[in-house]
């Protein structure tokens, strides 16, 4: 992390001359942000990080010499620093963005599929708001997920399976591992679990699979009127809007497109608000990592409708912007680490059984 006035120094990595010439250019046109160098590869990179030790790398996935991931997975072992991924818009990207984020990559930025210098440029915001982020973040040496749960720390059943108790988590920045560090930790007949976490369109199908691989929840992607069901994980879709809503005498996810709420599109202010009207105090509310104010007044909806809220803590979080932001508001009612956030759902949702109500 950064301290003081001094500007973010970036290191761009990236094969492609038109890429370095363009990342440059927008990081370097933004006042707090200089751009020390750019350069074509990893081997070369290696060099200039224990020359000039930069604030932020900015990481391209497919390099010659030396792929993204496995550059990325040193640095991280050797010294974690913040990166910021640069990818392609595809599923091959995803995967590739997915597994980035777990081995302690902050972010990630989408290459535009055509039109790339216009594409680039209108992303700008996002890269340049994403590099401050990443300068500002609590980067540390994180588990990498792979293989499949194990038994000693996947909490034992809960021994019922409530219809009524819902669950609605958001996140952004730092979220991937912090979703698979928690769900990792809850048992297959837990509550049904709705989550909004900031990812592109492309992104969110991946990311539902990589769950469901090494959870013992089930996990996918939320489809508009699939019913919601204990031991089960809907994850909002990239691009539209996830909602919890009523049909007849069960939860159902009502997935649709509209335009941005608090900037973001899935938007946890959205999936909170839904809750709290649909589910009231039969809800528990959980806002993670991330940047920015999303969720805030949705997670105070829920207090105020009588739900649960929980608010991951300043030193577990790798940005402590919604949950600070949330804090802030009067929304969080219990602050904890991320490690004993899995617990705190369980022993609240065991506190209340027997005492859900249909609405």
């Known amino acids: 992390m950064i301290a003081g006035d001094s500007p973010i120094r970036v290191l761009i990595v990236d094969d492609s001359a038109l890429m370095r010439k363009l990342l440059t250019q927008m990081l370097a046109s933004e006042p707090g942000i200089r751009v020390i160098d750019a350069v074509p590869d990893p081997i070369v990179a290696r060099q200039r990080i224990k020359a000039a030790n930069p604030d932020v790398l900015t990481l391209d996935i497919e390099m010659p010499k030396m792929d993204g991931l496995a550059f990325l997975e040193r640095v991280m072992a050797l010294r974690p620093m913040p990166v910021v991924m640069v990818s392609s818009l595809t599923r091959k990207g995803a995967d590739a963005t997915l597994a980035a984020l777990e081995l302690g990559a902050v972010d990630f930025v989408a290459k535009p599929l055509i039109d790339l210098e216009r594409g ?37 059943r809960l021994g019922y399976a409530s219809t009524e108790k819902i669950v609605a988590i958001g996140a952004s ?3 991937v591992e912090a979703l698979s560090e928690l769900f990792g930790a809850l048992p297959a007949d837990c509550p049904a679990i709705l989550v909004t976490q900031h990812m592109p369109a492309k992104f969110t199908a991946s990311f539902a699979a990589r769950l469901d691989r090494h959870c013992a929840m089930a996990v996918s992607e939320a489809r508009d009127g699939a019913r919601v069901l204990p031991g089960h994980v809907y994850i909002a879709p990239g691009g539209v809007q996830l909602e919890l809503a009523r049909s007849g005498a069960d939860y159902v996810c009502r997935v ?16 909170f608000g839904s809750t709290a009207r649909v589910a009231g105090a039969n809800a528990i509310g959980v806002i993670l990592t991330g940047m920015g104010r999303d969720g805030a007044l949705g997670l105070r909806a829920m207090r105020d409708a009588g739900a649960s809220t929980i608010g991951q803590d300043e030193r577990s979080s790798v940005v402590y912007g919604m949950p600070a932001a ?19 759902i369980l022993h609240l949702c065991e506190r209340q059984r027997g005492m859900n109500v249909r609405i």
């Open 120 to 156: 680039l440029v209108a992303m700008r915001d996002e890269l340049v708001a994403k590099v401050k982020a990443a300068a500002r973040a609590n980067v540390r040496q994180r588990r990498v997920m792979g293989g499949p749960p194990s038994q000693a720390r996947i909490a034992p």
């Open 256 to 271: 649709y497109e509209g335009p941005p709420v608090s900037g973001h599109c899935p938007s946890v202010d959205v999936l």
């Open 173 to 175: 920045t730092g979220g």
């Open 326 to 344: 949330a804090k802030a508001n009067g929304a969080v009612v219990t602050e904890l680490p991320l490690n004993e956030i899995p617990s705190a």
